[in-house]
Nanobody
C-alpha cells in the first residue's frame, strides 16, 4: 500500500508561483512513476506531469510546458510540482498519483485558485 498526501495549494494572483508537494509513504519500493493531475470545476481530471523512477525526461501536458516543473527528492519521499506564471485557467484541485506494481494510488488533492 502507498499513501500520498498533497499540500501547498492556495489562493494566488495571476503570474504568481506555488510549489506543490506530494508526500509519499508506505511501500515506496513498488512505485515506478509519480504524476500530477488536476481537475478544474466542472471538468474532467487531466494529466499535468509525470516523473519516472527509471529516469529520463519528465513528461508534461502542453498547457504547462515551460511553466511547471516536476521533481523529487533523492529518496522519492516527496514529489514536487513547481508552478510558475500561474494563470486563471490553472485553477483546479491538483492530485498526485503513484503507478505501482499493484495498481494506482491517489492523494486527496490540494486546491489551487488563481485570481486574475
Amino acid at each position: 500500500q502507498v499513501q500520498l498526501v498533497e499540500s501547498g495549494g492556495g489562493l494566488v494572483q495571476a503570474g504568481d508561483s506555488l510549489r506543490l508537494s506530494c508526500a509519499v509513504s508506505g511501500r515506496t519500493s513498488i512505485i515506478y512513476n509519480v504524476g500530477w493531475f488536476r481537475q478544474a470545476p466542472g471538468k474532467e481530471r487531466e494529466f499535468v506531469a509525470r516523473i519516472r523512477k527509471s529516469g529520463g525526461s519528465p513528461d508534461y501536458a502542453d498547457s504547462v510546458k515551460g511553466r511547471f516543473t516536476i521533481s523529487t527528492d533523492n529518496a522519492w519521499k516527496t514529489v514536487y510540482l513547481q508552478t510558475n506564471s500561474l494563470e486563471s485557467e490553472d485553477t483546479a484541485t491538483f492530485y498526485c498519483k503513484a503507478d505501482t506494481n499493484t495498481g494506482e494510488y491517489w492523494g486527496q488533492g490540494t486546491l489551487v485558485i488563481v485570481s486574475s
